[in-house]
């Protein structure tokens, strides 16, 4: 399983550094005009952060739900990935807004177990806009 939460978290940052890179030719998620604001460092790292705690999860749960799984540290681990997941969530809105790209925010916004504050979240592809 360690070598599975590795990929995931290796996957994560290469899917976030990728769409940073190209994000230049992408476009506003609320305005869907080009002008974006700068995007720091730390808010990528942020982003990595997200999308590899939300994969992480999937990872987790499929352990879980594997026949005769009944490893304690195991379901620590989930229950401790979901804490850490509700308390990033109110972090959540400011993270999209200064990732602003459609891309970006649509892979962050779409990786944790996130209920929007049951809104509409700004923009989008129409996929996962209704939470």
Known sequence: MAADLTAVCSAAAWLVGFLAVIRQSGVHHVTL???KPPLELAVLREACGVVALGMA??????HLRA???TD???RGAYCQA???????ERRMPELLEKLAELRLVDLVSMSVPWRGRFT????GTGAGQVE
Request: a negative charge; hydrophobic letters at 40%; proline letters at 0%.
């Open 33 to 35: 005009r080009t002008d």
């Open 57 to 62: 999860i999937r990872v987790l749960e499929e």
């Open 67 to 69: 026949d005769g799984v």
């Open 72 to 74: 304690d540290r195991l």
């Open 82 to 88: 979901l804490a850490t997941s509700v308390t990033i």
């Open 120 to 123: 509409k979240y700004a923009g």
